[in-house]
């Protein structure tokens, strides 16, 4: 299977422990983008659909992790199933509920507001988080 992991233990925790470090970066790069993007002067639109697009490049490294013996195309329909569920999600209100997407970390997984957009900026992500882990896969091949 094209894009498959390999099933000697040592490589896939290698595969995760690599990955796991990809999703320390993109979440630092991810709040550093919401935190400092405006006072930097960045667009609302880059602010916006590049914190959605790291999310989602987050979730598909997350699901990486978590199986690293799936192939990437297999992580990546796993993860665009996550992003429309989080993301339809946001058409359920219960108290509970919007009252956790009102705390940052709410807001940060959640979202609050639904949006037909997001769901491109997901793909994207998701997209950028298979050719980052290819990328760094064929650099430890290589």
Same mark, same amino acid.
């Given at each position: 299977m094209h894009g498959a992991q390999p099933d000697? #233990?040592?490589a896939l925790l290698r595969?995760? /422990?690599v *990955? &796991? !470090?990809l999703v320390l970066v993109v979440i630092a790069c991810g709040l550093s983008l919401r935190w400092y993007g405006f006072p930097l002067g960045l667009p609302a639109f880059v602010v916006k659909y590049g914190g959605s697009l790291l999310w989602a490049t987050m979730v598909f490294l997350l699901v990486? +992790? /978590? =199986? #690293? $013996?799936?192939s990437r195309m297999q992580i990546a329909v796993i993860a665009a199933a996550i992003a429309i569920v989080v993301e339809f999600s946001r058409l359920v209100h219960t108290p509970w509920l919007d &009252?956790? $997407?009102l705390t940052t970390a709410g807001a940060l997984l959640l979202g609050r507001i639904f949006s037909l957009r997001n769901l491109v900026a997901y793909f994207i992500g998701i997209a950028f988080g298979a050719w980052i882990? *290819? =990328?760094v896969q064929l650099r $430890? +091949? !290589?």
């Open positions: 000697n #233990p040592t595969t995760s /422990l *990955r &796991a !470090g990486g +992790v /978590l =199986l #690293p $013996r799936l &009252a956790f $997407r882990d *290819r =990328l $430890r +091949v !290589g």
